[in-house]
T-cell receptor, first 111, second 116 residues
């Protein structure tokens, strides 16, 4: 079956620190991979995506590379801001099908 | 750009009551997904529709039903509500169409259901 495993949080960083949130997946076939972000009290927003091996998704300074050999899609940002504080969900989707989410990682950034 | 619209945004019900949640997908999107997110949990897939037909089913209780209408909007009907149904309910849409589905689901803001 399909599943996603994320590093447990919360992750607490100081402003301008480097961020890595680990995500690994198990899937049949070649799913698309996503990172969604959820700010307090809000809905899910697509942060970035990758649809095939070695693709790099990027948005707002965040990056993640689809690594088929390690079945990973780790989220990185070089310098976090307080406004990045949110819950981050890694997810996969067999082409056009339902999303399978990881448990989510809470990120807290201190000024 | 137009986004996915969900209504109501907040809903408070008593146990054993019924609730109806509505979802209006992005214009031209023909596929709708429903997800349930419990407190502190990741979203769980409930059900999906393509061209008014159920296309996939997840962990949706028998007390819940859903449908998609000719204008592609969808409604999730929930009966005999229980305390454990309190959650954030998301709707997402994609364009599946004849060329095959796009791969990015766009989410609405969610409906927060509280069962007392």
């Amino acid at each position: 079956g399909n599943s996603v495993t994320q590093m447990e949080g919360p992750v607490t960083l100081s402003e301008e620190a480097f961020l890595t949130i680990n995500c690994t997946y198990t899937a049949t076939g070649y799913p698309s991979l996503f990172w969604y972000v959820q700010y307090p009290g809000e809905g899910l927003q697509l942060l970035l995506k990758a649809t095939k091996a070695d693709d790099k998704g990027s948005n707002k300074g965040f990056e993640a590379t689809y690594r088929k050999e390690t079945t990973s899609f780790h989220l990185e940002k070089g310098s976090v801001q307080v406004s990045d504080s949110a819950v981050y969900f890694c997810a996969l989707s067999p082409y056009g099908n339902k999303l399978v989410f990881g448990a989510g990682t809470i990120l807290r950034v201190k000024s | 750009a137009a986004g996915v619209i969900q209504s109501p945004r907040h809903l408070i019900k008593e146990k054993r009551e019924t609730a109806t949640l509505k979802c209006y997908p992005i214009p031209r999107h023909d596929t709708v997904y429903w997800y349930q997110q419990g407190p502190g949990q990741d979203p769980q897939f409930l059900i999906s529709f393509y061209e008014k037909m159920q296309s996939d089913k997840g962990s949706i209780p028998d007390r819940f039903s859903a449908q998609q209408f000719s204008d592609y909007h969808s409604e999730l009907n929930m009966s005999s509500l229980e305390l454990g149904d309190s959650a954030l309910y998301f709707c997402a849409s994609i364009l599946r169409g004849l060329a095959g589905p796009t791969d990015t689901q766009y989410f609405g803001p969610g409906t927060r259901l509280t069962v007392l």
